[in-house]
């Protein structure tokens, strides 16, 4: 039995159905946990991010190991049904994109004013309980990074929110690139609507890099998405 990743039969409200089946595992998952994948007009694979460009799609969990496995047993051939070309850098390319979807809607947060910079900005944001999400420089201090830890969860679960999770990956000059500064070591994420939409894609993104470096010493005690 062929199986097909694109489902496309619709709810009785005549909506998409949020769940897609995983050309890897043929398990079927919530779109938000997976990547849909295109072809373009000369026939090569590309990641669709947002998941909105034309053409029919496969979908994928957001993890380098379900990819990697597509790509070795030549699952996108059969999946679209025709011969298609692979890149040897797809597996970089997906990490790179879903980086740059991270760090564009930390971007957006700044035009929102949902966010607070530097280390005594997310501290009194800290201090009102709004932090959602830590995002932590991978070369900042442990020092630092420690007390915004823990005043932000002390804080949160005083008011029976979430810990924040923390995001570990980028150098604090391609954080502070985001946010148009030379370089920025702490951020928070307050609160709200686009702090929701940002975990989502953290998560996916942690399929392909440790949010946490394996190099920090306070690492185990760091909150990690789920």
Same mark, same amino acid.
């Given at each position: 039995?062929?199986?097909?990743?694109?489902?496309?039969?619709?709810?009785?409200?005549?909506?998409?159905?949020?769940? &897609?089946?995983?050309?890897?595992?043929?398990?079927?998952?919530? =779109?938000?946990?997976?990547?849909?994948?295109?072809? %373009?007009?000369?026939?090569?694979?590309?990641?669709?991010?947002?998941?909105?460009?034309?053409?029919?799609?496969?979908?994928? @969990?957001?993890?380098?190991?379900?990819?990697?496995?597509?790509?070795?047993?030549?699952?996108?051939?059969?999946?679209?049904?025709?011969?298609?070309?692979?890149? %040897?850098?797809?597996?970089?390319?997906?990490?790179?994109?879903?980086?740059?979807?991270?760090?564009?809607?930390?971007?957006?947060?700044?035009?929102?004013?949902? $966010?607070?910079?530097?280390? %005594?900005?997310?501290? @009194?944001?800290? =201090?009102?309980?709004?932090?959602?999400?830590?995002?932590?420089?991978?070369?900042?201090?442990?020092?630092? =990074?420690?007390? $915004? =830890?823990?005043? @932000?969860?002390?804080?949160?679960?005083?008011?029976?929110?979430?810990?924040?999770?923390?995001?570990?990956?980028?150098? @604090?000059?391609?954080?502070?690139?985001?946010?148009? &500064?030379?370089?920025?070591?702490?951020?928070? $994420?307050?609160?709200?609507?686009?702090?929701?939409?940002?975990?989502?894609?953290?998560? &996916?993104?942690?399929?392909?890099? %440790?949010?946490?470096?394996?190099?920090?010493?306070? &690492?185990?005690?760091?909150?990690?998405?789920?």
């Amino acid at each position: 039995m062929q199986i097909t990743s694109e489902i496309t039969d619709l709810d009785k409200r005549g909506h998409k159905p949020t769940q &897609r089946r995983c050309i890897a595992k043929c398990e079927v998952r919530e =779109r938000h946990d997976m990547i849909r994948f295109v072809t %373009d007009p000369t026939g090569v694979v590309v990641p669709d991010i947002l998941g909105k460009l034309p053409g029919r799609g496969v979908w994928v @969990s957001s993890d380098a190991g379900s990819l990697s496995e597509v790509i070795s047993k030549t699952a996108f051939s059969r999946s679209f049904k025709s011969k298609v070309k692979v890149l %040897d850098d797809l597996l970089s390319t997906t990490e790179r994109l879903l980086s740059r979807r991270v760090l564009g809607l930390v971007t957006m947060a700044r035009k929102a004013g949902s $966010i607070s910079l530097g280390f %005594d900005q997310v501290q @009194s944001m800290a =201090r009102e309980a709004e932090v959602a999400i830590r995002i932590e420089a991978s070369d900042g201090s442990a020092d630092g =990074r420690g007390k $915004i =830890r823990t005043l @932000s969860k002390a804080m949160n679960r005083e008011y029976n929110f979430a810990d924040p999770i923390v995001v570990g990956c980028f150098s @604090s000059n391609k954080i502070g690139a985001a946010l148009s &500064r030379e370089s920025i070591v702490h951020v928070g $994420i307050k609160r709200g609507k686009l702090a929701k939409t940002l975990s989502v894609e953290v998560k &996916r993104l942690s399929g392909f890099v %440790d949010l946490v470096p394996v190099d920090w010493p306070d &690492r185990e005690h760091e909150i990690k998405i789920k």
